[in-house]
């Protein structure tokens, strides 16, 4: 036995592990979809239009398309920041509240004298990414500390971040007497220059693609990673192999909600708003657990995921707009998604499927065991 | 600060309190069955989402009893398809609850809009009903305290008056009932009972079920009594604090009340200071039950390390 056909070995068993589990999502979606399409022939006027419009407006015009990639680089952001939780086993669920304090720390930066510099964007983000890594440090500090239990601290968490933005922008942030909730828009210096003009495309993409590769270095790479995939296995055999998993959790948490942070500043330093709004993350940061379930929390499988995922929802989004059709229903969708992919739904139908139609049907024989 | 303690300590600010505490109760009951069994519920917050719907589109229809029972179902129904997903599929059971609430939120929305015929915010074109308040002002005529008793007793929700019942139920079931030890048999060590020809996962199911339904009892409190209708996301959070509750009432039917009773306190603090303090900004209000859920979580926690240290120091 050489060394090659081992790695020939382990890269056939890699691809056949990526064919089953792109199989089992591809066959969850398409559940999803079918419920999702019952659901609106039963509920619409013009159900074939609602679902057409769902499957095809995002590419439809180059505004679409450009909604569609803001949020695929927002859902990998998020997905990610999911991911590296779930991967050190912990059920963190601070995302939504990391994002506020990230948006809050970007726009008192784009708001201070330094967001009509140069500086605005990259101090924008640092104080955006300190201030949510900070927010995930709390959750983690106090379940290694105390054993808090984190889903619980970091829920919390989330509602004091949504409350304290909404505060401060109505007391602080908004110029006194105008009555809205929303700021000044940031000097054109602290906004996220376009990739592709009059979309929202913007550099907030390039900082989705770097995330990825650096969080699959970290995770793949080095030793950190290493120990935190331990931890996330077995945190029991990691301490007795002289990993502290603490340590290991907390850090895993901490740049969790750095990355959090980060999409705090990319939302209010993005062209999609250029400016602080309450409540401006609409939900968003809470689907990156679908992004990173699907992705089964692996780093370059999250923007694969959040691709389709962004689409979907941007379609719901457009479908709202233009039938009568809710956005809601997306929800539906979402959560039949979720159950799916995270129960071992394929294992009971397939050799029955596989017995009737021969070999190689995996998908249909997914979808049958998922029935 | 004297206006502050007159409201406190008046009758109609114990019977706010009792009416904000009742929704919350029954959820951490709820929380509490489910993780005695060894299953964290976390998707107790859509549970009552869809207890809050159920309620009200049922009410439009049926009697105010009715409308209870259906949400109660509704909420068992939530729970099975837990327990199935968790136990017969395998999937980690904190995704399948965020799955539920993910579902819960949005399908309530798109239920009402099916409903009212095109309101996504409210039900406010739906004529439901509410749940009765008991009458007790026969107490009256007891002389001397007669009239005080009327005050502090009367007019609360029937459901309060079940909730407070549960409590007594629950804890009787739990320790003074076989069922009640397999439970929390279940939860402790599952190999032991399983061994003992204990049907682990049939107990863990009924206690999802039964967990459902009594968050869902909260939620019908909630869009039956302490609202009348209901509002996209009216449970604002409630469902998490109840999570919270469970741990901080020790994972006791007692504790739980008082847990309970602790947030119901401040969420009627908050429905009451904005009219005494106006300076005090009302965010700021919205924010104090999550911040005491993460004060009291963060404190019990340190205690209950502090215990568990202390009695492995003791056995050496």
Known sequence: ?371 | MIELFMTVFSATFFVTVIRTSTPLLLATLGGLIADLSGALNVALEGMMLVGCLTAVIVSVFAPWYIAVLAAIAAGALLGAVIAFFHLRLKADIILVGFAINIFAAGGTVFALTLATGGDKGTSINLPSKAIPALDLSFLGVIPGIGHTLVQFLSGHSILSWVAAFLVFAIWYFLYRTPWGLWLRGVGEYPAAPEAAGIPVNAIRTWSLLVSGGLAALGGAQLAMFNYVGFTRDMTAGRGFIALGAVLLGARHPVGALLAALLFGVFEALAVVMPGLFNWIPPELIRMIPFVITLLALTLFSYRALRARQLRTLSKI
């Open chain 1, 1 to 371: 036995m050489s060394m090659t056909t081992e790695a020939v070995l382990g890269r056939k068993a890699r691809w056949a592990n990526i064919r089953r589990e792109t199989g089992r999502a591809l066959a969850a979606a398409l559940i999803a979809l079918s419920v999702a399409f019952v659901i609106i022939l039963l509920t619409s006027k013009a159900p074939l239009e609602a679902f057409n419009v769902l499957l095809t407006a995002p590419i439809s015009r180059p505004r679409t398309i450009g909604l569609w990639i803001d949020d695929v680089a927002k859902l990998t952001i998020t997905g990610l920041a999911f991911s590296l939780v779930f991967q050190a086993r912990q059920f963190s669920m601070g995302v939504q509240g990391q994002v506020y304090v990230g948006g809050l720390a970007a726009a008192y930066v784009a708001l201070s004298p330094i967001g009509a510099t140069w500086l605005a964007i990259p101090v924008g983000v640092l104080c955006a990414m300190i201030a949510g890594g900070f927010y995930g440090f709390i959750p983690g500090i106090a379940k290694a500390k105390l054993g808090a239990n984190e889903i619980v601290s970091s829920l919390m968490l989330n509602y004091i971040a949504l409350e304290l933005c909404n505060y401060l922008v109505r007391t602080q942030l908004v110029p006194p007497g105008s009555g809205v909730l929303t700021t000044n828009d940031f000097p054109a210096t602290a906004v996220f220059p376009a990739l592709v003009a009059g979309t929202r495309i913007d550099i907030g993409l390039i900082f989705a693609i770097v995330a990825v590769l650096a969080v699959w270095f970290a995770l793949y790479r080095t030793a950190w990673g290493l120990k935190l995939r331990l931890v996330g296995h077995n945190a029991q055999f990691a301490e007795y192999s002289g990993i502290r998993s603490t340590v290991i959790m907390v850090s895993a948490m901490t740049v969790a909600g750095a990355l959090g942070g980060l999409l705090g500043a990319m939302f209010v330093q993005g062209q999609s708003f250029g400016k602080l709004t309450i409540l401006f993350e609409g939900g968003l940061a809470f689907e990156g657990i679908l992004v990173a379930i699907v992705a089964r929390s692996r780093p370059l499988a999250v923007p694969v995921v959040a691709l389709f995922y962004g689409y979907l929802r941007q379609g719901a989004q457009l479908m709202n707009i233009r039938t009568d059709v809710p956005a809601e229903v997306i929800g539906l969708v979402t959560a039949i998604i979720i159950l799916l992919v995270a129960s071992s739904f394929s294992i009971p139908g397939r050799k029955v499927f596989a017995r009737i139609l021969g070999r190689n049907a995996t998908p249909s024989a997914v979808m049958e065991g998922g029935k």
